[in-house]
């Protein structure tokens, strides 16, 4: 073979002459032929195997040149052709790249055989992915949603062709095919054919869809190719950032394709080429191209996620964007910095340089919680929450980044409030400290060990430390005399005096060593010298007097410096290895505790601190639960189930205050009140269903305890659910809270009256609950102790007005008791007791008792008309015991009339709770009549009229105009008659037989006249308020 093919820069060029040697095409087929030719070629293919591309490449090139002008299934063909013709190139390759005996015509053939096929391939792959992007245009979906079928079959084709064409190159370039080529060098045209056709493929606006992955996974792996072993770095760095700027959806597919390449293939330096690129862009650049901006933010973020360890050396290009104007950068660039935290700056293993890191970049981060833009305060508000979240935290930031936080609550942006919540939910649920504990409960063990912090600071200051001279200090000090003394002693001309030795002579030389030494620290430099020069004679083997044998001043010196520094040193060696002394170890003992001390101080105040901050984050987030913004509110209620799950003080202020939200008209706003209820309370932890409903009872008897009644209402609907929704748990729950209302389980009063109150939610969803217990109810709370405990009377009243029809609002027959029930006995008889009495509850249970008798009881009126004569009667008999006591006082005391006539005058509580009464039966008359009396009418007359109608039977013509000239009747305002005659007669009864003079409330009237009529006479604040309120009562009756 004597030609060369060379990849063209154009598909034109080939037709043209070329160079020496240069392939050209020499015959460009009409589409008209193509389909014989390209037949030909398949059956060339089948016969000699791939390398017939070699003859038939001009049917290729002629496809490609009328390829808009070709049918698609000629098209199809030809793709599965060369699709044969890659893989077979593939397979016969490995062989041939293996084998040493090769000619070079023979891996020019195969050179010339890939090159032609990679390049036809690649071509007509970029001609089906053109004419499929064309057609999804074309068919898109109008305005009656209906695509057009046209080209959609062969479109459907291509889609499921590309990704095998792809694979056919991938397992063709994985093969070492660099040998093919002179020197290995790849031709530059060749790979770019290649990486065109990927990046072509990357245009496709579906790329980044689900359906899509198989394909894209193949492109990633193909350019893995070509970056790694044909040196496409610089070609595929420069690439990626030209088609963010101009495809914004590739930023994820890009992110996964460079997170591939540098761990897989490991290419890491295509990130540093890639980061470094976006960091040189300018401010004023990234103004200029928003949905570039956009796409380089995505792709930083996303690559943060995949490999933030590869990220931090390229770290500081970025950094300088946090100061630029794009906020998106800003996200991006704090969102790469919060991942780099969590996974690679976290644990306590980081070296200096790395804790420095980390302690800088959360620098920045904070900085940025006061940023400009909203939006990057949001998601720095984020990035601290995973953090948190991932516990890579460090504990001296908790309080700092906890008070940036709360003070982000006030934040105008509500996206930064609802992330600002989100943060200290998960501060709450992950902080190191005890959140059980307010701020007051610290501050006295707080302030218990600070004082013994400080007084052992002063008992070791008081110990002051001995000055300790080292040997190598006194030597320095000594050096210079010594000098001089031992040239003096070493002058041949000085005198030679014999010391006086008055010492025996020493046995060794470790012994002369050491009175040597001895001389020294008493300043006896001249006997020193002197018996260390006749040492040396007396040891001439020693090793310390050894360096004496050239006795020099030098030598004398350090023989003289060696005994005593060294003495010295080994002494202290010797002292270290001797164990410690009892001073010492009391001292050691004293430094651990102090050390102790301190960290327990500064942990009490940090978790003062942190308690404080927590209390005012909770007082800032329940005024936000009444706030219009649904989200805000989201998050409020979240919080609150938060902090309570975690025991944190003062939590149940916000369960409480977030409970009337159950009336919201917002449907998510209810639901998600009701559902943090039932997380909070409705579903208990526990071994066995016993152990459950005692916790649920706790838990809810504590929310009820103090609790207002418009809480307690709310709590209803909740509760009422719960025992509507058939929970295994709801016997077990029912019997632990009789037991705690009868007195079986010890338990406080107030705990009492909740088990009480909830048995009556639990009836609203069941009568049985408290009408099978009516028994229970009258003789625990109503009976003979009744007068012990009006609260406890009253919240049991209240319970069983959950069983009458004024809450069922049934229409059938009214559930009514006959009046010798034990139950009206009872409650006659309490208010009647606690009428002469002056308990301060009495009067709130003697309101819901009388509001019951006429929920409940057959003639109330008979009822109250008795229990009214009964407690004038009582009233007038105190009276009578107390003007006889006031009588026989003034006999034997002799007072005068004066004081005679105010003996006489009665108890002034006690009035006032007569008349309260007397105004309470006359507000529950006129209810009764109004409401039970008139709907009983109703009920009766509409039963007569069906039973007058079934009587009648009419035929179902008759029937139809009957109901017809109802609603004529209606429409004309005539059917209303009948309602209009009933509720006359009840305005007639009110006006004229209510007061009438045989009416028991008409005798109370001229009382409550004087009393409030004379202010001055009768000026207790007591009866003054009842007179007044009850006379509003009576006059409703008018």
Not at 583 to 598: D, H, I
Not at 701 to 725: K, P
Not at 1027 to 1036: G, H, I
């Amino acid at each position: 073979m004597s030609w060369d093919f060379f990849v063209p820069v154009c598909v034109g060029d080939l037709v043209k002459s070329g160079g020496i040697n240069q392939y050209v095409v020499q015959d460009v087929v009409s589409p008209k032929h193509l389909p014989s030719h390209l037949h030909k070629f398949k059956a060339a293919l089948r016969s000699q195997g791939p390398l017939c591309i070699l003859e038939h490449f001009d049917t290729g090139y002629s496809l490609l040149q009328h390829c808009n002008s070709v049918e698609l299934g000629v098209k199809e063909d030809a793709l599965d052709t060369l699709l044969q013709v890659v893989s077979g190139l593939a397979t016969s390759l490995p062989a041939l790249l293996l084998s040493t005996s090769v000619t070079a015509a023979e891996r020019k053939e195969k050179l010339n055989a890939v090159k032609m096929s990679v390049y036809l391939l690649c071509k007509l792959s970029e001609n089906f992915e053109s004419e499929a992007y064309r057609q999804c245009i074309i068919t898109a979906p109008g305005k009656g949603g209906k695509k057009g079928k046209g080209g959609a079959e062969g479109l459907q084709q291509w889609e499921s062709e590309r990704e095998k064409v792809l694979q056919a190159l991938v397992q063709l370039l994985q093969l070492d095919i660099r040998s093919l080529w002179n020197l290995s060098l790849v031709d530059e045209e060749f790979i770019s054919c290649v990486t065109c056709c990927c990046y072509k493929l990357l245009e496709n606006p579906t790329i980044s869809h689900v359906k899509s992955k198989p394909t894209r996974d193949c492109i990633i792996h193909l350019l893995g190719v070509l970056i790694k072993k044909y040196n496409h770095i610089l070609g595929a760095s420069v690439k990626v950032i030209q088609l963010l700027q101009h495809f914004e959806q590739l930023s994820s597919v890009f992110a996964q394709a460079v997170s591939v390449w540098s761990t897989e293939y490991g290419v890491r330096g295509i990130i540093g080429e890639i980061i470094r690129e976006i960091g040189q862009r300018s401010s004023e650049e990234l103004a200029r191209d928003s949905a570039g901006v956009r796409a380089f933010a995505s792709f930083i973020a996303e690559l943060g996620t995949f490999v933030p360890e590869l990220m931090m050396p390229n770290i500081s290009v970025l950094i300088t964007h946090l100061e630029g104007e794009s906020h998106t950068m800003r996200v991006a660039v704090c969102e790469v910095l919060g991942e780099i935290l969590v996974r690679v700056l976290c644990g306590d293993g980081l070296d200096d340089a790395g804790k420095a890191d980390r302690d800088r970049f959360f620098d920045t981060m904070q900085e940025h919680l006061h940023d400009t833009h909203s939006h990057v305060r949001a998601r720095v508000l984020q990035v601290y929450t995973r953090i948190v979240n991932s516990k890579a935290l460090p504990l001296f930031k908790y309080s700092e980044v906890m008070e940036l936080a709360v003070g982000r609550l006030m934040d105008k942006s509500i996206h930064v409030v609802k992330s600002a919540i989100q943060l200290l939910a998960a501060f709450i649920a992950h902080n190191p400290y005890s959140c059980k504990l307010s701020s007051a409960d610290l501050k006295k063990p707080l302030e218990k060990e600070a004082t013994k912090l400080r007084e052992l600071r002063e008992k070791l200051e008081g110990k002051a430390p001995v000055a300790v001279i080292k040997a190598s200090e006194l030597w320095a000090a000594m050096e210079p005399e010594l000098l001089v003394t031992v040239r003096t002693e070493l002058e041949p001309t000085s005198e030679e005096k014999e010391a006086e030795d008055d010492e025996k002579e020493a046995e060794d030389d470790r012994a002369t060593a050491v009175q040597v030494a001895q001389y020294l620290r008493v300043n006896k430099y001249r006997n020193a010298v002197r018996l260390c020069i006749k040492a040396h004679g007396c040891f001439p083997e020693s090793e310390m007097f050894a360096s004496l044998s050239t006795l020099t001043t030098e030598t004398l010196m350090d023989t003289l410096a060696l005994i005593f520094k060294g003495s010295d040193e080994d002494a202290s060696e010797l002292s270290q290895n001797l164990p410690p002394t009892p001073q010492k170890e009391k001292e050691e003992g004293e430094e651990g505790e102090l050390k102790k001390q301190q960290m327990l101080v500064q942990y009490l105040k940090d978790t003062e601190t942190f308690a404080l901050l927590v209390e005012r984050a909770i007082a800032v987030i329940n005024t936000m639960l009444y706030l219009k913004t649904t989200s805000v509110v989201l998050e409020a209620v979240q919080f609150c189930v938060t902090v309570c799950e975690f025991s944190v003080a003062n939590s149940v202020s916000g369960v409480r205050k977030m409970l009337p939200l159950v009336w919201s008209t917002d449907a998510a706003i209810k639901d998600a009140v009701v559902q943090a209820y039932k997380r909070l309370y409705l579903n208990p932890q526990g071994e066995n269903i016993r152990v459950k409903a005692h916790t649920l009872v706790d838990s809810l008897s504590e929310l009820m305890v103090d609790a207002s009644l418009g809480t307690i209402q709310c709590l209803e609907e909740i509760v009422q659910e719960f025992f509507g929704s058939g929970s295994l748990l709801q016997s077990t729950v029912v019997q632990v809270l009789w037991e705690r209302f009868t007195g079986k389980r010890e338990t406080s009063g107030l705990h009492r009256r909740a088990a009480v109150l909830l048995l009556g939610m639990a009836a609203r969803a069941e009568r049985e609950v408290v009408l099978s217990n009516l028994d229970t109810l009258c003789s625990v709370a109503l009976g003979e102790k009744v007068t012990e405990d009006f609260l406890l009377a009253r919240d049991s009243v209240l319970t069983i007005s959950s069983i009458t029809d004024h809450i069922r609002q049934s229409k059938s027959a009214p559930f009514r008791l006959p009046q010798d029930h034990q139950l009206f006995t009872c409650l006659t008889q309490a208010i009647a007791e606690g009428v002469v009495m002056e308990d301060p509850h009495w009067q709130s249970f003697m309101e819901q008792a009388v509001r019951l008798l006429y929920f409940l009881a057959e003639s109330p009126d008979q009822l109250c008309s008795r229990l009214l004569q009964r407690c004038a009667r009582l009233l007038l008999d105190q009276i009578a015991e107390g003007g006889e006591l006031d009588k026989e006082a003034s006999q034997n005391q002799d007072v005068t009339q004066e004081s005679n006539e105010q003996g006489e005058q009665v108890n002034c509580v006690c009035l006032a709770q007569l008349l309260a009464l007397c105004g309470c039966v006359a507000f529950w008359q006129v209810s009764h009549l109004e409401r039970s009396v008139s709907t009983e009418l109703r009920r009766r007359r509409r039963e007569t009229e069906e039973r007058a109608e079934k009587a009648k039977g009419p035929s179902s013509k008759a029937k139809q105009q009957a109901a017809n000239d109802s609603a004529m009747e209606e429409e004309l305002g005539l059917g209303a008659s009948a309602e209009d005659t009933e509720a006359e007669l009840i305005r007639k009864i009110c006006e004229t037989e209510l007061l009438a003079e045989e009416n028991l409330l008409c005798a109370f009237l001229p009382l409550l006249v004087r009393v409030c009529s004379s202010p001055g006479r009768y000026s207790h604040p007591q009866l003054t308020t009842a007179s007044c309120l009850a006379l509003s009562q009576y006059m409703m009756i008018r």
